[in-house]
Nanobody, 120 residues
Framework: QVQLQESGPGLVKPSQTLSLTCTVS??????????WSWIRQPPGKGLEWMGV???????SYSPSLKSRTSISRDTSKNQFSLQLSSVTPEDTAVYYC????????????WGQGTQVTVSS
């Protein structure tokens, strides 16, 4: 059973960089045919896909967030991370990490989500 767990600060000041880490257990982030995504949900809004890091390290980002987003990984720890720069209160959201299964085009495993609030 694959499990994902988000971790990171729950409060970030405007203009700073939001940093979150997703720790994966029960499966390797280098296994072929899987990607590892970050997705967020602002209050009262729908889910927004932010980007993905593929099993081979290739990254892809949402065009609307690409200039501020970076996803990296530490294969020795089986973790992948999100950095979102120059945050504003509009970046306040529940942030999720999830596994993308390329064969079925579905996010099949999700973390529980972590609330991040951008406020001074």
């Amino acid at each position: 059973q694959v499990q994902l767990q988000e971790s990171g600060p729950g409060l970030v000041k405007p203009s700073q960089t939001l940093s979150l880490t997703c720790t994966v257990s029960g499966g390797s982030i280098t296994t072929t045919n899987y990607g590892w995504s970050w997705i967020r949900q602002p209050p009262g809004k729908g889910l927004e896909w932010m980007g993905v890091i593929r099993y081979d390290g290739y990254t892809s980002y949402s065009p609307s967030l690409k200039s501020r987003t970076s996803i990296s990984r530490d294969t020795s720890k089986n973790q992948f991370s999100l950095q979102l720069s120059s945050v504003t209160p509009e970046d306040t959201a529940v942030y999720y990490c999830a596994r993308w299964y390329y064969s079925d085009y579905v996010h099949d495993y999700w973390g529980q989500g972590t609330q991040v609030t951008v406020s001074s």
